[in-house]
């Protein structure tokens, strides 16, 4: 072996081991912040399967012993709790088609069309949702209730439509930017207008993005609580988080139930983000680089 390779065997290693080390370290990391992250829903699940007695005893346990299925009983026989899953896909699955609709239209024309001023628009547009949601509920019950849209669907879909608008614009505008030009002047050159241009070649190219926004929309209107209380009162009409804000009682708390309710509509959407999360993440960096 020659001097030179002697004297760089050393400073190799070094850099090996430091790699090493990091990989290690950052792995660690990642470990912590999963347990950290996942502890709580984990402790939940634990929760929904233990008797009360158990509940309140004073030494907690995280295996439930013995497990027990009273709470979910409890939540869809006697509480009804599937009403409200019900309402909250009504409303939250025709925001997001609304939603995809509106920004669909809005994201081509400014993405794809002439429009003078269009960063000055997504600004304007964005800044729609700078207000705190708490200083537009007292006009908006007003509104509402000159229209006679209390305790209706519809009143929670406009609602979360405007909300969740200028969201859904920016993901999928940014979707659209990364399409080249030529496609468009090429289905131009064959005929196809705005419209059809659209539906035929921009949304089918842009699905990932599609479904990162359409997922977004869902979330946000299935766990949106604060004007789902305001402007309903009948368990006709409303929605998960206010149901579940319903199992409060006077004088008991019942931490079975509400762990069971939690449970029940968060797995659901934890299924969904693992089963996309590949989509999500493209979706969501694909539209900030410009091709």
Known sequence: MSVAALTLAPAVRRRSTTRS???IFFRIAATLIVIWSAAPFLWQMS???QSDAKLMSA???FIPSPLTFEHFYNIFVVKKFHLYLLNSLIVAGSTTLVCLAFAALAAFALARLKVQRRFGLLGLILSVSMFPQISIVA?????????GLLNTYAVLVIVYVALGLPLTIWVLFGYFSTIPAEIDEAANVDGAGPFRTLWSITLPMSLPGVVTTGLIAFIAAWNEFMFALAFTSDISVQTVPVGI???QILYYVPWGDLAAASVVVTVPLVAIVLIFQRHIIAGLTQGAVKE
């Open 47 to 49: 929760t929904a399967f």
């Open 245 to 247: 804000a319903n199992f």
């Open 139 to 147: 006009p908006l019950y007003l509104i509402a209730s000159q229209f």
């Open 59 to 61: 030494t907690p346990s």
């Open 21 to 23: 080390l990091r990989t």
